[in-house]
């Protein structure tokens, strides 16, 4: 039975050829209880005469047969374990190089979420920077008219007062 659960896991070129073996080997042990059970019934004397005149030299041909298969299909069974030992070493590995991979790009996320906080921060720095300097812009260009109209208005007395000064 556990022959014939395990050959149903394999793969579907090996699987076919252990359960037709599987089926002879059964079709073997079925035919040798058969003949058990018309034995048995016999007397006990002939029962093991006939039995081992006819079954002796079949079943120890049968029986060196059979031990070859099942050393073949057990060397087989321990091939496939080794194989699926390294296979799931190999998947362990690679589970955990998918949680360091996740770490370092969580790490990168929460890099990028504070770059991105602080960008928003000297955006409104600078929007306000430049309000100020357009006020400051303002204030100059009005301190500049300002300026020039207290000098033209000086420039014009000085002239005014020089030219009533020679009129005199």
Same mark, same amino acid.
Request: aromatic share 2%; net charge positive; proline share 1%.
């Given at each position: 039975?556990?022959?014939?659960?395990e050959?149903?896991t394999?793969?579907?070129?090996?699987?076919?050829?252990?359960?037709?073996?599987?089926?002879?080997y059964?079709n073997?042990?079925?035919n040798?209880k058969s003949?058990?059970k018309?034995?048995?019934?016999?007397?006990?004397?002939a029962?093991?005469?006939?039995?081992? *005149?006819?079954?002796?030299?079949d079943?120890l041909?049968?029986?060196?047969? @059979? =031990?070859?298969? %099942? #050393?073949?299909?057990?060397?087989?069974l321990?091939?496939s374990?080794d194989?699926i030992?390294?296979?799931r070493?190999?998947?362990?590995e690679t *589970?955990?190089l998918?949680?360091s991979?996740?770490q370092?790009l969580?790490q @990168? =996320?929460?890099? %990028? #979420?504070?770059?991105h906080n602080?960008?928003y921060?000297?955006?409104?720095?600078i929007?306000?920077?430049?309000?100020?300097?357009?006020?400051?812009?303002?204030?100059?260009?009005?301190?500049?008219?300002?300026?020039?109209?207290?000098?033209?208005? %000086?420039a014009l007395?000085?002239?005014?007062?020089?030219?009533?000064?020679?009129?005199?």
């Amino acid at each position: 039975r556990k022959m014939d659960l395990e050959a149903r896991t394999l793969q579907p070129n090996v699987k076919a050829t252990l359960l037709a073996k599987l089926r002879e080997y059964k079709n073997d042990l079925n035919n040798l209880k058969s003949e058990v059970k018309k034995l048995s019934t016999m007397d006990s004397q002939a029962a093991r005469d006939a039995l081992l *005149e006819s079954g002796m030299a079949d079943a120890l041909i049968a029986s060196a047969d @059979q =031990r070859e298969r %099942l #050393l073949m299909s057990t060397e087989r069974l321990n091939l496939s374990t080794d194989r699926i030992k390294q296979s799931r070493g190999m998947m362990l590995e690679t *589970e955990e190089l998918g949680v360091s991979i996740l770490q370092d790009l969580h790490q @990168q =996320r929460q890099s %990028l #979420l504070h770059a991105h906080n602080s960008l928003y921060g000297v955006d409104e720095n600078i929007g306000r920077s430049k309000k100020i300097l357009t006020a400051m812009s303002r204030r100059m260009n009005r301190n500049k008219l300002i300026i020039g109209s207290i000098i033209a208005a %000086l420039a014009l007395a000085i002239i005014l007062v020089l030219y009533f000064k020679l009129r005199r």
